[in-house]
T-cell receptor, first 112, second 116 residues
Framework: GQQVMQIPQYQHVQEGEDFTTYCNSS?????IQWYKQRPGGHPVFLIQ?????EVKKQKRLTFQFGEAKKNSSLHITATQTTDVGTYFC????????????FGKGTLLTVNP | SAVISQKPSRDICQRGTSLTIQCQVD?????MFWYRQQPGQSLTLIAT?????????ESGFVIDKFPISRPNLTFSTLTVSNMSPEDSSIYLC?????????????FGQGTRLTVV
């Protein structure tokens, strides 16, 4: 079945440093979504990318969708302590455009 | 965006018993899902809750262990039956409103289950 791989599993940075997490799917995706889960919280939707090569920005966050629509990345510029949490990518699969397969997530910790 | 009320938020249960988790949405939604998230791990889809019919289960999950109800477009329940310590996990309700290509998922606060 479909697999969504995400690296790194953990990332610890000093406040102000940049951070990137990478996501790769075993199959071509119709879209890819990114979620953030704060410690003790539930996943919160950040963004959805649909088009090949798409780049979207949300303040210090930059999201990219690969040309082949099989990989994606999330880059955070100048991290802040509020960025702490686990970032998940997710793609639809299993024969449905609505059932999501989640990557294992990247846990980001930020040292103030 | 949908507002989801999930309860209980946490529970400690004896092995062999069952727990029913409720998920209430503030608006009618097309798709409702149940996920399991073990501590420090990713989300694993248990099943799709279908309104008015039997849920669709993912590989490794069966109806006898995780019966699901969805009587209408705003409400669903997940029961964890005959619990064992291996069922200790966070259970999350999720909804998607299928509108065009926008399939963002909204999650309930989760139910943190500990089986002793």
């Amino acid at each position: 079945g479909q697999q969504v791989m995400q690296i790194p599993q953990y990332q610890h940075v000093q406040e102000g440093e940049d951070f990137t997490t990478y996501c790769n799917s075993s199959t071509t995706l119709s879209n890819i979504q990114w979620y953030k889960q704060r410690p003790g919280g539930h996943p919160v939707f950040l963004i959805q990318l649909v088009k090949s090569g798409e780049v979207k920005k949300q303040k210090r966050l930059t999201f990219q969708f690969g040309e082949a629509k099989k990989n994606s990345s999330l880059h955070i510029t100048a991290t802040q302590t509020t960025d702490v949490g686990t970032y998940f990518c997710a793609g639809p699969g299993g024969g449905s455009n609505y059932k999501l397969t989640f990557g294992k997530g990247t846990l980001l910790t930020v040292n103030p | 965006s949908a507002v989801i009320s999930q309860k209980p938020s946490r529970d400690i249960c004896q092995r062999g018993t069952s727990l029913t988790i409720q998920c209430q949405v503030d608006s009618q939604v097309t798709m409702m899902f149940w996920y399991r998230q073990q501590p420090g791990q990713s989300l694993t889809l248990i099943a799709t809750a279908n309104q008015g019919s039997e849920a669709t289960y993912e590989s490794g999950f069966v109806i006898d262990k995780f019966p699901i109800s969805r009587p209408n477009l705003t409400f669903s329940t997940l029961t964890v039956s005959n619990m064992s310590p291996e069922d200790s996990s966070i259970y999350l309700c999720s909804v998607e409103d299928a509108v065009g290509v926008n399939t963002e998922a909204f999650f309930g606060q989760g139910t943190r289950l500990t089986v002793v």
